[in-house]
């Protein structure tokens, strides 16, 4: 998919991290880290959709959502970047 790009792997991570703030859960829906490392390595992946917290107004869970959605593309060259 293209050469290595830190800031585009920490923008991942924020988008991962969001997730997992607002859902308590993990987005790769994995039982132990051998199945998530094997899922990363086979770039076999698909990133969860997030869904809306009830305790979060329609404004706010839309930010949240196209925030998560910018950060998580799969594909580096469509993330959204730090600049």
Request: with cysteine; aromatic share 18%; hydrophobic share 40%.
């Given at each position: 998919m293209g050469t290595?790009?830190?800031?585009?792997?920490?923008?991942?991570?924020?988008?991962i991290l969001?997730?997992?703030?607002l859902t308590f859960k993990d987005p790769f829906n994995k039982s132990n880290f051998n199945e998530?490392?094997?899922?990363?390595?086979d770039a076999?992946?698909?990133?969860t959709?997030?869904?809306?917290?009830?305790d979060?107004?329609?404004t706010t869970f839309n930010g949240f959502k196209e925030?998560?959605?910018?950060?998580?593309?799969?594909?580096?060259?469509?993330r959204w970047t730090m600049k």
């Open positions: 290595w790009d830190d800031f585009k792997a920490d923008v991942w991570s924020y988008g969001m997730f997992n703030l998530m490392k094997a899922m990363f390595e076999n992946f698909k990133v959709e997030l869904t809306k917290n009830p979060l107004d329609d925030i998560y959605n910018g950060c998580t593309q799969i594909d580096p060259a469509k």
